[in-house]
């Protein structure tokens, strides 16, 4: 009886070691779940012009390279330089949202500090983990612009005239309105505007005001949730 308990002993001791050994080598069997990397916008293109008094006039396109995350409040760094490479001036600008596999186009002033630039460069500045989110559905594409115009003033000035339709769903407190001017496609001018008060599925008339125009080509109007 004695060398029978031994046996059975011995017998669940040896088995017991052999299910601890399979359910470790499952374990590393399991598959590992690669994190995806998150991809900061990319600066696809930019353009300016000096306007005489120490200023620039810029217009810019960012692209969102990520496939299903959105960027919350991307931003870019303008650096103006003189003709030796010295740094005239450095701003940053921030912009609301851009979605996945989305670009944005925008276009504001600069100061120089009353210097000639030779050279300006737009860079992206590195998003924080926060900034990246799910898509929420607020593709840009749902501000639509048609029916546009340009007008001369006779003084310098032209008004840049359309209609942005709201086909987002949702009303909108202000819709941004960004100008970009082109001179043989390459961009040469960019400036902001807005539209308040916005319902959903409404169309509502906007102008662009702008002056000391450099030459251009072509014109593009754009429209975004702000």
Same mark, same amino acid.
């Given at each position: 009886?004695?060398?029978?308990?031994v046996?059975?002993? !011995?017998?669940?001791?040896?088995?017991? !070691?052999?299910s601890?050994?399979? +359910?470790?080598?499952?374990?590393t069997?399991e598959?590992?779940?690669?994190?995806?990397?998150?991809?900061?916008?990319?600066?696809?293109?930019?353009?300016?012009?000096?306007?005489?008094?120490?200023?620039?006039?810029?217009?810019?396109?960012?692209?969102?390279?990520?496939?299903?995350?959105?960027?919350?409040?991307?931003?870019?760094? =303008?650096? !103006?330089?003189?003709?030796?490479?010295?740094?005239?001036?450095?701003?940053?600008?921030?912009?609301?949202?851009?979605?996945?596999?989305?670009?944005?186009?925008?276009? +504001?002033?600069?100061? !120089?500090?009353?210097?000639?630039?030779?050279? *300006?460069?737009?860079?992206?500045?590195?998003?924080?983990?926060?900034?990246?989110?799910?898509? *929420?559905?607020?593709s840009?594409?749902?501000?639509?612009?048609?029916?546009?115009?340009?007008?001369?003033?006779?003084?310098?000035?032209?008004?840049?005239?359309g209609?942005?339709?709201?086909?987002?769903?949702?009303?909108?407190?202000? =819709?941004?309105?960004?100008?970009?001017?082109?001179?043989?496609?390459?961009? *040469?001018?960019?400036?902001?505007?807005? *539209?308040?008060?916005?319902?959903?599925?409404?169309?509502?008339?906007?102008?662009?005001?702008?002056?000391?125009?450099?030459?251009?080509?072509?014109?593009? =109007?754009?429209?975004?949730?702000?």
């Amino acid at each position: 009886m004695k060398k029978l308990l031994v046996f059975m002993l !011995c017998s669940f001791a040896l088995f017991g !070691c052999g299910s601890n050994d399979s +359910s470790e080598k499952d374990k590393t069997n399991e598959p590992v779940l690669e994190k995806t990397e998150l991809k900061d916008i990319e600066v696809v293109e930019s353009g300016f012009t000096y306007d005489g008094s120490g200023y620039i006039q810029y217009g810019v396109r960012i692209h969102n390279p990520n496939k299903e995350t959105a960027i919350e409040y991307p931003s870019f760094r =303008i650096v !103006c330089y003189d003709s030796n490479g010295t740094i005239l001036s450095s701003e940053e600008q921030t912009l609301l949202y851009i979605a996945p596999q989305d670009d944005a186009y925008f276009g +504001s002033v600069a100061s !120089c500090n009353g210097k000639v630039p030779e050279k *300006v460069e737009i860079t992206p500045i590195p998003a924080k983990e926060y900034n990246f989110i799910d898509d *929420v559905g607020k593709s840009n594409g749902k501000f639509i612009v048609s029916n546009t115009n340009v007008l001369d003033d006779g003084y310098g000035g032209k008004t840049f005239t359309g209609e942005v339709a709201n086909e987002s769903g949702e009303d909108m407190q202000q =819709i941004q309105m960004v100008l970009i001017l082109r001179n043989n496609e390459k961009i *040469v001018y960019g400036t902001t505007s807005y *539209v308040d008060s916005v319902q959903a599925g409404a169309k509502v008339p906007f102008q662009i005001v702008s002056y000391n125009l450099p030459e251009y080509t072509s014109y593009e =109007i754009y429209a975004y949730r702000w």
